[in-house]
T-cell receptor, first 109, second 113 residues
Framework: GQNIDQPTEMTATEGAIVQINCTYQ??????LFWYQQHAGEAPTFLSY????GLEEKGRFSSFLSRSKGYSYLLLKELQMKDSASYLC??????????FGTGTRLLVSP | DVKVTQSSRYLVKRTGEKVFLECVQD?????MFWYRQDPGLGLRLIYF???????EKGDIPEGYSVSREKKERFSLILESASTNQTSMYLC????????????FGPGTRLTVL
């Protein structure tokens, strides 16, 4: 079976740092994606990890440990516009993505 | 600027109707996907296509079919709509290689009465 777990909701304060965790158990693994989705809009790509380690892209970083089936998305210097849902998705092969249910992040002033 | 468009943002249909959802991409992508998104369940893959006239079942294909006659267009068909198919439907496309991100359309919110 395919199982991807991430917290349902998180809250944080503007300017702070937040870490959104994702654990997975899938039949195949060919990389892990993080997407951002604002309410009523399409998901947009944030990051991709296929090897263990940290990938940094501006205020956003993503980490992967394949042996632990674990990833996290780190958001620094939070802004109000970062209030959105964050979707973890595993490529199980041939671009078949299995998504977690998403983490809704609320950033308050 | 990459673009995936879907034929309608909102659609209301009656039980038993045949429903067509259209998706067009202008990026010359080989791969196209149809997902549905429901609260508490996340995005789930319905069907996908690697090339023209090719289709593969995703995780929840029951009650749906697809058509890909041209590279840029991927249609999702609900042969006989049912109330449990009320959902947000998202189309996506990507280049052939597996490490590439998928680009999503704005979605169609379908309500079946």
């Amino acid at each position: 079976g395919q199982n991807i777990d991430q917290p349902t909701e998180m809250t944080a304060t503007e300017g702070a740092i937040v870490q959104i965790n994702c654990t997975y158990q899938t039949s195949g693994f060919n990389g892990l994606f993080w997407y951002q989705q604002h309410a009523g809009e399409a998901p947009t790509f944030l990051s991709y990890n296929v090897l263990d380690g940290l990938e940094e892209k501006g205020r956003f970083s993503s980490f992967l440990s394949r042996s632990k089936g674990y990833s996290y998305l780190l958001l620094k210097e939070l802004q109000m516009k970062d209030s959105a849902s964050y979707l973890c998705a595993v490529n199980t092969g041939f671009q078949k993505l299995v998504f977690g249910t998403g983490t809704r992040l609320l950033v308050s002033p | 600027d990459v673009k995936v468009t879907q034929s309608s943002r909102y659609l209301v249909k009656r039980t038993g109707e045949k429903v067509f959802l259209e998706c067009v991409q202008d990026m010359d992508h080989e791969n196209m996907f149809w997902y549905r998104q429901d609260p508490g369940l996340g995005l789930r893959l319905i069907y996908f296509s690697y090339d023209v006239k090719m289709k593969e079942k995703g995780d929840i294909p029951e009650g749906y079919s697809v058509s890909r006659e041209k590279k840029e267009r991927f249609s999702l068909i609900l042969e006989s709509a049912s109330t449990n198919q009320t959902s947000m439907y998202l189309c996506a496309s990507s280049p052939r290689d597996s490490y590439n991100e998928q680009f999503f359309g704005p979605g169609t919110r379908l309500t079946v009465l």
